[in-house]
């Protein structure tokens, strides 16, 4: 029988994941993230045959720009930034007939009418449902504007085709305001509707944490208290604030990258296998480890967190400015540019193991992986006596650069003596797969238009993560730069960094 | 530093090929001012007609040894005195994205005069333990050939290339019957090609309303050119005709008549299949219609690399332009090995194009 639900002639194609036919309306289409991030990836997904048959691509913004400008506007952004645009431009002008402008203030609910026009003549042009997805690539601050805006002129409603929206982090800048933030959003838009984007999340060797632990059956059984001594989780970046003065000052490091990128990290190393790759399944499973997380407060969190800010000092061998220096920078900034942080996941399988994180900017280099440090055997073959201490496993997953996964184990050194020796096993994915993963954004937009969720964070898990970092933030905000320290651009953090490991006995691994 | 890198081929006795790659392996690591890595997922042993058929083949795995990064024996056959001679190469490729070299080895044996019984003899003891073995049939079709059968039922995969089978009723029964639990899993390279096509060609169905017609589809037409070596119907024509009435529930086909056009077919419900030859190409449009409601079509423009697709349902018509995504032969060869087991939509189009080409034949 043929399940009239299902395009018989669609099964088995290699490419399942198709999208139905559907609008993409950018909010703040001329800015930054539009041009070098979004209509490069959805130009990508054009050329590798993953858009719907039939799409439109809708920009919204202030700028008076017309259909004409917006698209050679875009086509220059295509060959700036994507490495298939050159030798395809006959392509590119097909694609670009998909492309139109609409010009409006973010607060006029006449352009919001207008787009409901733009949206029902793509319908009707092309005999298909009006489904539309809303990209916020707005600054955070035109958020609410714009999803009241959608409420109030039945863009939101579904009504001849579904709508979806998607919403680029920071999700709010502490927990209070996230949850106004999710509390507006769901006036509008149900849970089910609502795709909060954090690229990270898009990239395949973070999808491939999950894959690895639990498509693997040597792994699962070491992972977990008995056999892992703690985790170290890093997230550096060598570059400083990069002409984002005003903004980073504003959010600090752990607003940026440590509650998200990091903490999605933390969750998906610790969390219990889903009962399904569903989204809510794993989802699911990722909130219970954030909620698991021991809350830091009073004299915990003064030993458990640290705060940097970089001094001058150097980088890829050039005399780098220190942060209160950066252009769009308060003098007096109190705002942290590196973090460290030991957590406690309070459950079961994590009971008494610490995981370190770390992040920070002007660090020696750009390194984000995690480490599961294994505990030490017992020293009584090989331990006093022999040459070369007992040093214990390290699997480390390495998110980027150079992707891939090392094991760290001790060995015989060949000749008469016994002398060990720590090699490691290394496997990456440029030598296994030569082929360049796709980028992040690709990945996420077609399952925002397939209707996957997976991949985006959902509410109660953003609520959860900043569960943790509120205080640490609260705390500061209230001590200024008191307790702040300082590091030489191109240092790995401040030494009371060094501190936090050594108190325990540890040590950060040298990545 | 070059973007590709060969160690050169070194003539070899069949006992010393482990050897002497292991001293090609040790060379490369020595030259490369970039790290080499060394990963192998599959050995893939290639049958090869000729030695142009042979060098073609050591162009496509050198080129898909990114994504497929494997230890390829490939053997050419020739009749003869029984001789054999064998070299071996090891070639390296920079990998732009990332400072290191990927590297993949190649055994070349030149066999006269040998049956597969003594051709499987000196591939077997070079097979890699652990990973895939793939088997392919460059430039043939399956032999009739009891050896033969023997060496592919060691294999975890055949691929082979329905395009160049001479006698394609022969190779559908081979397939079919190779295609049983416990087998290799067959990858026909024809048919990964038309993947580009057969996508662009759903997308008439993508549309809610369009799919209510399926049920209602009563005609099929596939147009494609009169092949020049003897076969009544390019492999392209049946695949895809099978695949579509396939998906499309019909059965029963008896033949109904030949004309100039080409040859027409009824199926039961009275439903019709035309396969005209008026076309220039192995594949040049597909057109379905649901009696005088509604009609689907799409014509490939190779040459432009699209799709345009035509549907028609009462009165309103649309047009629209697909992207027709045409896989190089490396790019195809590449997709093939992506396949651990048969594609069952390959085998059930692959039984409704038996059934078709039983009636053209009689």
Redesign the interface.
């Known amino acids: 029988m043929l399940n009239l639900a299902e395009n018989p002639f669609r099964e088995g194609l290699t490419v399942e994941r198709a999208a139905e036919p559907c609008a993409v309306v950018i909010f703040g289409a001329t800015g930054d993230l539009t041009r070098r991030k979004l209509i490069p990836a959805l130009f990508s997904l054009y050329l590798q045959g993953l858009s719907p048959a039939k799409f439109a691509i809708i920009g919204f913004a202030r700028r008076p720009w017309s259909d004409d400008y917006f698209r050679e506007h875009m086509r220059s952004a295509v060959l700036e930034h994507s490495s298939a645009s050159a030798s395809n431009l006959g392509a590119w002008e097909t694609f670009a007939r998909s492309l139109s402008y609409v010009q409006s203030s973010f607060g006029d609910a006449d352009g919001y009418l207008r787009l409901k026009e733009r949206i029902a003549e793509f319908s009707a042009a092309n005999g298909v449902p009006r489904n539309a997805v809303f990209y916020l690539a707005t600054p955070p601050s035109e958020y609410a504007a714009v999803i009241g805006n959608l409420g109030a002129s039945g863009l939101a409603d579904e009504d001849g085709g579904w709508r979806r929206i998607i919403i680029e982090k920071p999700v709010g800048t502490d927990r209070a305001s996230a949850r106004e933030l999710n509390s507006h959003v769901r006036g509008v838009f149900p849970e089910s509707r609502v795709y909060r984007i954090d690229h990270f999340l898009g990239k395949e060797t973070v999808q491939n944490i999950l894959v690895f632990r639990f498509a693997n059956s040597i792994f699962e059984p070491l992972w977990n208290t008995k056999y892992v001594d703690h985790v170290q989780i890093t997230v550096a970046e060598s570059v400083g604030v990069e002409g984002r003065g005003a903004f980073f000052d504003r959010a600090g490091i752990v607003r940026d990258l440590m509650q998200n990128h990091q903490l999605q990290l933390l969750t998906l190393t610790a969390m219990e296998p889903p009962s399904s790759v569903d989204a809510d399944a794993v989802r699911a499973e990722k909130v219970k480890v954030l909620q698991a997380v021991r809350p830091l407060s009073g004299e915990d969190l003064v030993k458990s967190v640290v705060r940097g800010q970089y001094a001058a000092g150097s980088s890829q061998g050039a005399h780098v400015p220190g942060y209160l220096d950066e252009p769009d920078v308060a003098p007096d900034s109190g705002t942290e540019t590196f973090a460290a942080a030991r957590l406690m996941v309070d459950n079961w399988r994590w009971a008494g193991v610490p995981f370190y994180l770390r992040v920070g900017k002007r660090l020696p280099k750009k390194v984000t992986e995690i480490c599961l440090q294994f505990k030490a055997v017992p020293g009584i073959l090989f331990g006093a006596g022999h040459r070369r201490e007992m040093t214990p496993n390290l699997l480390v997953m390495r998110i980027q650069p150079d992707e891939g996964i090392s094991l760290r184990f001790t060995c015989k050194e060949p000749g008469p003596s016994m002398s060990l020796q720590q090699v490691r096993m290394e496997f990456h994915y440029g030598a296994s797969f030569g082929a360049p993963s796709p980028e992040a954004y690709e990945r996420l937009l077609l399952d925002a238009a397939i209707g996957e969720q997976s991949l985006f964070a959902r509410e109660d898990e953003v609520d959860a993560a900043w569960r943790i970092v509120d205080p640490m933030l609260a705390h500061w905000a209230e001590h200024g730069r008191e307790g702040l320290s300082s590091y030489r651009a191109g240092a790995w953090g401040p030494a009371e960094s060094l501190d936090l490991l050594r108190r325990d006995g540890r040590r950060w691994r040298r990545v | 530093m070059p973007e590709s890198v060969e160690t050169g081929s070194y003539p070899v006795q069949l006992a010393d090929i482990e050897g002497q790659l292991s001293r090609l392996w040790g060379q490369s690591v020595r030259s490369g001012g970039s790290s080499s890595?060394r990963?192998v997922?599959l050995t893939l042993v290639a049958l090869c007609r000729d030695s142009a058929s042979a060098s073609a083949v050591s162009k496509s795995v050198a080129a898909v040894?990114?994504?497929h990064?494997s230890r390829a024996i490939i053997v050419t056959s020739q009749p003869g005195e029984p001789d054999i001679s064998a070299s071996v190469s090891v070639s390296c490729?920079l990998?732009g994205?990332?400072d290191?070299r990927?590297c993949s080895e190649q055994i070349h044996i030149e066999a006269r005069g040998m049956d597969f019984e003594r051709i499987g003899s000196f591939v077997q003891p070079l097979v890699l333990p652990d990973v895939p073995l793939v088997l392919w049939l460059a430039g043939s079709g399956a032999p009739a050939d009891p050896a033969f059968d023997r060496l592919a039922q060691v294999c975890d995969r055949v691929l082979l290339d329905m395009r160049t089978a001479r006698e394609a009723a022969a190779v559908f029964d081979w397939v079919l019957g190779a295609s049983q639990p416990g087998g290799p899993a067959v990858v026909d390279l024809a048919w990964v090609a038309l993947?580009?096509h057969?996508?662009a060609?759903?997308?008439?169905?993508?549309?809610?309303?369009s799919?209510?017609f399926?049920?209602r589809i009563d005609s099929v037409t596939i147009r494609s050119n009169r092949p020049g070596d003897g076969a009544r119907v390019s492999a392209e024509a049946l695949l895809i005709g099978g695949w579509?009435v396939n998906?499309?529930?019909w059965g029963g086909f008896s033949f109904a008549r030949e004309d100039s056009a080409g040859v027409h077919l009824t199926a039961l419900g009275g439903r019709q299949l035309h396969l005209l030859f008026d076309a220039a190409s192995p594949l040049s449009g597909v057109a379905l219609g649901a009696g005088a409601e509604a009609s689907f079509e799409a014509n490939f423009d190779e040459e432009r690399q699209?799709a345009l697709?035509t549907?028609r349902?009462g009165a309103?018509t649309?047009e629209?332009?697909?992207?027709l995504?045409l896989h190089t032969a490396d790019q195809v060869l590449c997709?093939a090995l992506e396949f651990s087991e048969i594609?069952?939509?390959y085998a059930r189009a692959l039984a409704s194009a038996s059934a078709i080409l039983a009636q053209i034949q009689t």
């Open positions: 890595a990963t997922v040894a990114a994504d990064p490729q990998l994205h990332l290191r990927l993947a580009p057969r996508l060609f759903a997308q008439l169905f993508d549309p809610e309303p799919r209510a399926v049920p579509i998906r499309l529930g699209e697709l549907s349902v309103q649309s629209t332009a697909a992207r995504t997709g594609d069952p939509l």
